[in-house]
């Protein structure tokens, strides 16, 4: 097989639609059906699981993806147009050298989810605000970023639950050069606070203090990596400000540069 396979399955494992390239779904989906994409080789792709949320440049480290089609409280973090209707355009192809080796977001991916091991990058959390949808760490890599409020899409965010031990973790899935870390806090004032630092780790071992103000228009903080050489980072001790509320979060991380 030298192309890329889409399918749908059900909640039995049933197969309800398949097609290499590209499939047109002219149905609803139910409760428990999985869009499944496997791929000829791990590699670099161009992936596209629902006509509103768009292409994106993915790494696949195995050759299969399976994405549970959202429903109920695990939908209101997607689009309200997003995996609905009874007509959906999914497709895949292996991506160009030029789309490859452009400068980039490396952390974004719309498509991420709990459990993904294969489809990169992938952003996971100790912690997710009472295991809501809308606080889960997959937002702070959706390409989203509208911080000034909290809740339902487009405001979703990762929520740390006031756990002063919160932990947020990025894996890219391969070698990739990072230029810039650019980290959007949450800014639904009053209502949130705000940390005055964060420590990160890369993952070729150096850690950084990053020093973050309140800010109040919602603008991303850029921090330069250097062009480090990584994998992946994680973000941790968190200092929360001083600050009445007890709400600070995180609405967006972008990581610029190429990969390797």
């Known amino acids: 097989?030298?192309?890329?396979?889409?399918?749908?399955?059900?909640?039995?494992?049933?197969?309800?639609?398949?097609?290499?390239?590209?499939?047109?779904?002219?149905?609803?989906?139910?409760?428990?059906?999985?869009?499944?994409?496997?791929?000829?080789?791990?590699g670099y792709y161009i992936i596209q699981l629902d006509d509103a949320m768009g292409e994106e440049l993915v790494y696949m480290k195995e050759t299969i993806f399976a994405l549970e089609v959202p429903f109920g409280e695990q939908h209101v973090s997607y689009s309200p147009r997003a995996f609905s209707g009874e007509m959906h355009y999914l497709a895949a192809r292996a991506a160009t050298p030029q789309e490859i080796t452009a400068p980039r977001n490396l952390a974004r991916n719309v498509y991420d989810c709990h459990g993904n091991a294969s489809c990169f990058p992938h952003a996971w959390a100790n912690v997710e605000t009472r295991g809501e949808a809308v606080f889960a760490a997959r937002n702070a890599i959706d390409g989203i970023v509208c911080p000034e409020s909290h809740g339902e899409y487009p405001y979703q965010s990762w929520g740390i639950n006031r756990d002063p031990q919160a932990c947020w973790t990025l894996e890219f899935g391969r070698p990739v050069k990072a230029e810039a870390l650019v980290l959007t806090t949450r800014a639904d004032f009053p209502h949130d606070a705000w940390w005055e630092s964060v420590q990160v780790t890369l993952s070729n071992g150096e850690k950084r203090i990053l020093a973050l103000q309140k800010a109040e228009d919602g603008h991303g903080q850029c921090f330069d990596l250097h062009g480090a050489e990584i994998t992946g980072?994680?973000?941790?001790?968190?200092?929360?400000?001083?600050?009445?509320?007890?709400?600070?979060?995180?609405?967006?991380?972008?990581?610029w540069g190429t990969n390797l």
Do not use: W
């Open 233 to 255: 980072l994680m973000l941790d001790d968190l200092k929360k400000a001083d600050d009445p509320s007890p709400f600070p979060a995180l609405t967006q991380v972008e990581v």
């Open 1 to 42: 097989m030298n192309e890329c396979k889409i399918s749908i399955q059900n909640a039995q494992g049933e197969l309800r639609a398949e097609r290499g390239g590209h499939l047109v779904f002219a149905e609803s989906y139910n409760p428990g059906d999985r869009i499944v994409l496997t791929v000829p080789a791990s």
